[in-house]
């Protein structure tokens, strides 16, 4: 018992700065697998009605003995599941599935040409949308041809193109994908 308050008082003190995690002391997972601190996941938005009611939209805990049922003995582990059925309904009763599934002309997709430009991609993503722009940076740096196929397929409005260029002069290129033209802007202060 010493061992399991000491883990949870080392996990409490180490999530202490995230306000939305909280300790259940009541809590226990059905499964009989977990053998250490087991979590769940809840839903807190304020763009979820009051009265909409759901439980968990994933779960998952710390797991010791997992790995010995399929062969591979003493290899401890932790892990988490979500329930996509449940995230879905969730979305739905935020009304979030009908700005999520279509692009407007004023969304915009963010290229990066190669995996250098990857975090200032990033960070560029991050403080658009901080500043409500809807904005969406593709996973990964295929040719760039590929990324603005993407875009096209998807309606997005714009692309942001970054490369070497706009990373040493801490811009980038957006372009317009209905008309073509573009324009090199600073990057935005946060």
């Given at each position: ?6 883990e949870i008082t080392r996990i ?179």
């Amino acid at each position: 018992m010493d061992v399991g308050i000491a883990e949870i008082t080392r996990i409490m003190s180490l999530l202490h700065q995230h306000p939305s995690v909280s300790l259940d002391v009541s809590l226990a997972r059905g499964l009989s697998y977990y053998t250490g601190t087991v979590m769940e996941v809840m839903v807190k938005d304020n763009k979820v009605p009051k009265d909409f009611k759901i439980g968990s939209i994933g779960g998952g805990g710390r797991y010791d003995n997992l790995t010995g049922m399929f062969g591979l003995k003493d290899v401890s582990g932790v892990g988490v599941s979500f329930g996509l059925d449940r995230i879905f309904d969730v979305l739905q009763a935020a009304d979030l599935l009908s700005s999520a599934s279509t692009s407007s002309e004023k969304s915009c997709l963010i290229c990066a040409m190669d995996d250098g430009c990857l975090d200032y991609a990033y960070g560029l993503c991050k403080v658009l949308r901080n500043r409500g722009e809807k904005v969406e940076l593709y996973p990964g740096t295929p040719k760039l041809k590929k990324q603005l196929d993407y875009a096209n397929q998807r309606n997005f409005g714009y692309a942001i193109i970054i490369g070497d260029t706009e990373l040493a002069q801490a811009t980038y290129v957006k372009k317009n994908l209905i008309n073509g033209e573009q324009e090199t802007l600073a990057f935005p202060k946060a």
